[in-house]
């Protein structure tokens, strides 16, 4: 096992009996595993990207608890201090290089969670995959219209990648 099949292992535990919400998480990694690749993230980074992919929603549960409701900001503020804590103890007591998550990867990883809601300056490829890979599996999910599909892809979709899959899986001529 791997520190990413790991996480999703943990994942599926944090949010037992709720199958939406672990089918979002594997669907939003998934597309950022493939988009990543595609886009040629290196090793690293695409590393990072897939370890925040699984845990870019940890704040949902934690989220409706506290607020009521797991709108964005409230997902952005409580997500991140429990990725790290559920990263640190994935990689607790493990030596081996593959468990090893540099401070800034670690950094990158809160900031990404913290901010995967946020669409105005977003500032890397990473986050800019995992912007639209949560976007496309949200515009699937939520049946939206093939008005909100196309004004999603005129306002977020940015990387090669990203706009096919849109045009593609939704069948979108633009």
Excluded at 32 to 60: F, N, P, S
Excluded at 66 to 89: R, S, V
Excluded at 109 to 129: A, K, M, N, V
Aim: one cysteine or more; aromatic letters at 8%; a negative charge.
């Amino acid at each position: 096992m791997n520190i990413v099949d790991e996480l999703i292992t943990r994942m599926v535990e944090f949010d037992r009996g709720d199958a939406k919400r672990i089918q979002h998480f594997l669907k939003v990694h998934s597309l950022c595993k493939y988009m990543g690749t595609m886009e040629g993230l290196d090793g690293d980074a695409l590393r990072t990207l897939e370890i925040t992919a699984v845990l870019h929603d940890i704040g949902v549960i934690p989220a409706e608890r506290e607020f009521g409701t797991c709108a964005g900001p409230y997902q952005e503020k409580l997500g991140p201090p429990i990725a790290m804590a559920m990263l640190d103890e994935v990689c607790h007591g493990k030596n081996s290089a593959e468990y090893r998550v540099s401070p800034e990867a670690r950094e990158r990883i809160r900031y990404l969670i913290g901010h995967h809601h946020t669409y105005d300056h977003i500032e890397g490829l990473d986050y800019r995959i995992l912007v639209e890979a949560d976007f496309l599996v949200n515009l699937y999910e939520k049946s939206s219209s093939g008005n909100d599909i196309c004004a999603a892809l005129c306002s977020i979709f940015r990387t090669e990648t990203g706009r096919s899959l849109c045009r593609k899986m939704f069948g979108i001529g633009i």
